[in-house]
């Protein structure tokens, strides 16, 4: 019962958000001498405590499941919900958009938007090239499980395919790493293969540019992002709130993924400036920072993605590599052991990977289709607002 | 024949110790002690060990001792082996035979020597397969580099060599199942893209597919895709740069000068041509001829070859979908949707299989979005039309240029008509819908493009009418919807809008326009003309007559004087239409003023001094009454 529920929450006052509102409640109450919420004051009040809800379903995890590719989807999924809701809101409040300063908050928000887009390209990039390390995987599969014996032949070519995946790993962390640095890490066990294979593992970037940063393109997002002040709220009927909490919806989800998943120059300096009297500044921030914490971890510092699955591919390639190493021949019963445990923790990432991915790379799309509303909607709004351009418009001929 | 005298021994040996050897024990021993006689012994025979049956197991021993003195040899190799035609055979047949002995042996691998022995072929196997894939890649750089096919000329591509547009794709399967032969197909010609470039020479093509049937049937066919794939991914990224085309993000695409995204456009449109019509087919059929026999590899490298490049062009044409949606941006967004378009049979055929089918389902996504930005730069035409304030009445009532612009870009749009009928069907052709152009058929789908164009007229017609309330003078406010009405209505008639908006919408506004004119004559003529009326009573006494028809007159000069000052400054923008205006007013002024005139002479004491009361403008237009050309109601001329 949305109504009661509503009543209950209003009473309450107990937030920020709310009480921004209400600025805005009090003012047209004392106007229009009425105490009955408006479908609109209960919809953007209704925004607030969802997206506080879904930020707050985030929250209870491990921090083995935090940054895994099913709490990477989950999070997709709160934003994909809060986006629509927000459509919705701002498509019942048309008549606002050309209104200063909603013109100028949505003509913003749509800027962020685009950038917003470019970094879910950014992301697929980065999710085919996790793509690539799993099918260097599923070559080490194909050599070490399932077979009648592990012979040297096949520890070899599983050798090779490992190899491989650590240069292209490596080479995603450090695009500009030295030749140097790879033979140090290598150089061991195969130093005359490294140079061939640097130039099949150039990291997949088709999206962008070169010169293009993720870093830089979240710090644009969030530059001046600030909470509305009263005024803008007054003005715009309460609807510059929920552009500024769908803004820090956007900035958040994008910083997460840049976090989680490899693409072009990664930094997670981003500044989140949200007044805690936001219901959802709470879980968000708290998200923010154990993220950040995990990155801040010394076997994660320099990972290419902070996805638990990544780590896992690391952690597991490195474990057989060495184990790999280590092996002498004929085989010893127990070492054989140790390499089908190795091989089962291997099978194991590779399913989670190959079972993630694909619905990952499908919501990715669905942010990619579903942002573009917004943008058409704002450039619309944006251009209305120009009083009147035919005077220079040259395509008259007579 | 040292060997062959050793095979011999072995087997002897094996014979004895099981001939002797009641249990299996017993035969290990007298094997020990044969093994013991010689050292060479030692290892082949310790192998056998228990084995069920020595003969079949000693003949795979022996083939295996020969294949890997024959494979090592090769595999250890510094130069490439297929530098040399006898020796790359010679390895391949060696590959050949270690498979087919693999294959035969594995079902006996329970039997404990037999699996020894086919981890020793194992081992020689992968080892082959490596040095396979080595050979793989730098056979495909080799041809790459010594086989620099495309050349630009004035930025055109043109494929210099090797291609033969007489040649067709069965001919091409058959050439693989000879192998041997080295001509080279061509697929189906398209229109002005009909060449195909092989961009490694046939050669190394038949090379790369042995080795490629090698690789896949060891297991090693994930290893050879992925050099394949990295290798002609390389190629295609080339390529495309070199075509001018830019990594460009959405950003950078909204934020980039239109007139510079025009040149980008342009470039895109020849870069996605020849993508889709010349290099990915090309790219198609080289990787069926590498992978020929084995679709699943080869349908999946040719996706990780395509991928990249597909979302490039795509991602390009997206961030056109969402941009700004300023009309005069239409014309371009038009080209990109009908390039798509164009080229939705050619992504069909290219992206049909089960890895590429995402591409294919991406594009038409990115297709139908282009479509929503041809109707959202519509809306905001609309938009536009609708919200043009009247800030400033046009000068003398002539054209405002809210109308030229907007005929003159609906005339400009219409030109892309079919376009624009598929974009305003509501639907367009769900996918798997096999024809992409079929909209021709005009009857079906002009209705939509026909509400769509009468609606703007609609809203162009009553902004209009809201801008004529600028002006006081009633008449010139007729004069305004006049001109602006009957240039709408000449744009109309000579363009495609005339077959979209109909006969019937053309008689009705050119009525419209009549009754402007009546409007017009009636507001400012008919003060006149009633000046000039004569009741019946006035003529009763003709002193008082002489009076008032003199105080008429005056008044009627006065008048006329007047409209004449005020109309000099008006305008009408086109000379056929001056003259239907200046005979509609002389027709309507002329028969009562002549009456007048007739009575006026009538009274003898104006009659002698008529022309005295007669002024100037007035001897002009009973002039003009005759010969309506030498005098004109003071309309200005443009």
């Known amino acids: 019962m949305p109504s009661t529920d509503y009543q209950g929450v209003s009473a309450s006052f107990s937030n920020f958000g709310r009480s921004i509102l209400s600025i805005r409640r009090d003012q047209v109450h004392s106007m229009e001498n009425t105490h009955e919420a408006t479908r609109q004051e209960f919809e953007l009040e209704t925004f607030q405590r969802q997206v506080a809800d879904r930020f707050n379903g985030l929250l209870p995890v491990g921090s083995d499941e935090l940054l895994s590719l099913s709490w990477v989807r989950k999070l997709l999924d709160v934003f994909l919900c809060c986006q629509e809701e927000f459509r919705v809101i701002m498509f019942n409040n048309k008549e606002y958009m050309n209104r200063t300063p909603m013109d100028r908050l949505m003509s913003e928000f749509s800027e962020r938007s685009v950038k917003a887009l470019d970094v879910c390209n950014a992301i697929r990039d980065g999710i085919e090239q996790i793509r690539q390390w799993k099918k260097q995987l599923e070559i080490v599969l194909c050599a070490l499980d399932n077979q009648r014996s592990l012979g040297e032949g096949q520890f070899r070519r599983a050798k090779k395919a490992l190899i491989d995946l650590e240069i292209g790993m490596l080479d995603e962390k450090e695009s500009n790493a030295s030749l140097a640095h790879r033979n140090r890490s290598f150089g061991r066990n195969n130093v005359q293969k490294d140079h061939k294979s640097l130039g099949h593992f150039r990291s997949l970037s088709w999206s962008v540019s070169r010169a293009w940063s993720a870093a830089r393109q979240l710090q644009a997002i969030g530059n001046n992002l600030a909470a509305p002040r009263g005024n803008e709220i007054i003005a715009t009927n309460g609807l510059a709130v929920a552009v500024f909490t769908m803004s820090s919806v956007l900035l958040f989800v994008m910083w997460a993924l840049v976090a989680a998943i490899p693409c072009q120059d990664r930094g997670l300096q981003t500044h989140f400036y949200i007044p805690r009297q936001f219901t959802w500044a709470a879980p968000i921030l708290s998200l923010h920072e154990r993220i950040l914490e995990e990155s801040k971890k010394r076997d994660r510092r320099n990972a290419c993605g902070l996805l638990k699955e990544i780590h896992q591919i690391e952690k597991c390639a490195r474990r057989m590599n060495e184990l790999a190493d280590s092996i002498q021949f004929p085989l010893t019963e127990e070492k054989e052991g140790d390499v089908r445990q190795r091989v089962q923790e291997l099978v194991e990432v590779f399913k989670a990977v190959k079972d993630g991915l694909d619905p990952l790379e499908r919501q990715l799309f669905c942010v990619l289709v579903f942002g573009p509303w917004y943008i058409s909607f704002m450039l619309q709004s944006r251009l209305l607002s120009v009083v009147s351009i035919f005077g220079f418009w040259l395509l008259t001929e007579y | ?638």
Not at chain 2, 439 to 463: F, H, T
Request: proline share 3%.
């Open chain 2, 1 to 638: 024949m040292a060997e062959n005298g050793e095979e011999k021994l072995i087997a002897v040996a094996r014979h004895i110790a099981k001939t002797l050897g009641q249990t299996d024990t017993m035969a290990d021993d007298i094997l020990q002690i044969f093994s013991n006689f010689d050292a060479r012994l030692r290892e082949k025979l310790s192998e056998k060990l228990g084995d069920e049956d020595p003969r079949g197991s000693a003949g795979l021993e022996q083939t295996l001792k020969s294949l890997d003195r024959q494979i090592t040899r090769y595999v250890a190799a510094d130069h490439p082996i297929w530098s040399d035609s006898a020796d790359s055979s010679a390895f391949l047949d060696g590959v050949d035979e270690l498979l087919a002995v693999i294959r035969d042996w594995t079902p006996m691998s329970s039997e404990k020597p037999v699996a020894a022995c086919l981890e020793r072929a194992d081992d020689l196997l992968q080892q082959a397969m490596f040095r396979l894939e080595d050979e793989f890649r730098s056979l495909m750089e080799k041809g790459g580099e010594s086989f620099d096919l495309i050349r630009y000329q004035n930025g055109e591509l043109a494929a210099d060599y090797s291609f033969d547009s007489e040649d067709d794709e069965d001919e091409d399967s058959e050439m693989i199942g000879n192998g041997e032969d080295n001509q080279i197909p061509v697929a189906h010609p398209i229109s002005d893209y009909d060449i195909i470039i092989d961009a490694l020479p046939s050669g190394t093509i038949n090379d790369l597919h042995k080795i490629a049937n090698r690789m896949v049937a060891a297991g090693y066919g994930k290893e050879c895709s992925h050099a394949y794939s990295s290798g002609r991914r390389e190629f295609l990224e080339e390529s495309l740069s070199r075509l001018g085309l830019q990594k460009l993000s959405i950003e950078e695409v909204q934020k980039m000068p239109w007139s510079d995204l025009e040149d980008e456009i342009e470039r895109w449109i020849k870069a996605v041509n020849v993508a889709l019509r010349i290099l990915f087919p090309s790219e198609r059929r080289l990787c069926d001829r590498v992978f020929f026999g084995f679709s699943s590899a080869a349908d999946l490298s040719f996706m990780e070859v395509c991928r990249g490049s597909t979302i490039q062009l795509l991602n390009f044409a997206d961030a056109i979908s969402i941009g700004s949606r300023a009309p005069e941006r239409l014309f371009k967004v038009l080209d990109v949707f009908e390039t798509v378009r164009d080229l939705m049979p050619e992504f069909d055929a290219v992206f049909s299989d089960q890895y590429c089918f995402f591409l294919r389902n991406e594009s038409i996504t990115i297709w139908k979005r282009l479509g929503e930005a041809i109707r959202g730069i519509f809306m905001e035409l609309e938009n536009l039309i609708h919200r043009d304030p009247a800030k400033a009445a046009v000068p003398g009532g002539g054209l405002h240029p809210i109308t030229r612009y907007v005929m003159n870009y609906l005339r400009a749009a219409c030109r892309s008509r079919q376009i624009l009928e598929q974009v305003f069907v509501e639907s367009i052709a769900p996918p798997g819908g096999s024809d992409y152009r079929k909209l021709d058929d005009r009857s079906m789908s002009s209705s939509s493009l026909s509400v769509q164009m009468a609606w703007i007229m609609e809203l162009l017609e009553s902004n209009l009418e809201s801008k004529s309330r600028m002006y006081r003078d009633p008449a010139l406010c007729s004069v305004f919807m006049m001109n602006n009405g009957r240039y709408i209505i000449q744009k109309v008639k000579d363009s495609e809008l005339e077959s979209l908006l109909g006969e019937d919408w053309i008689q009705k506004h050119s009525r419209k326009v009549r009754q402007y004119l009546v409007n017009y004559q009636r507001s400012s003529w008919n003060k006149v003309l009633g000046v000039l009326k004569l009741d019946n009573s006035s003529l009763a006494s003709n002193v008082v007559t002489s009076e008032a028809l003199k105080e008429k007159l005056k008044l009627f000069n006065t008048s006329f004087e007047e409209i004449c000052k005020t109309q000099s400054t008006w305008v009408i923008f086109d000379e056929q239409f001056r003259e239907e205006l200046r005979i509609s007013v002389v027709r309507n002024l002329s028969p009562a003023y002549c009456t007048f005139l007739g009575r006026l002479q009538t009274v003898p004491d104006i009659g002698k001094h008529l022309e005295k009361y007669i002024s100037y403008y007035l001897k002009a237009a009973f002039v003009f009454a005759r010969n309506p050309v030498a005098y004109i109601t003071p309309m200005n001329l443009m």
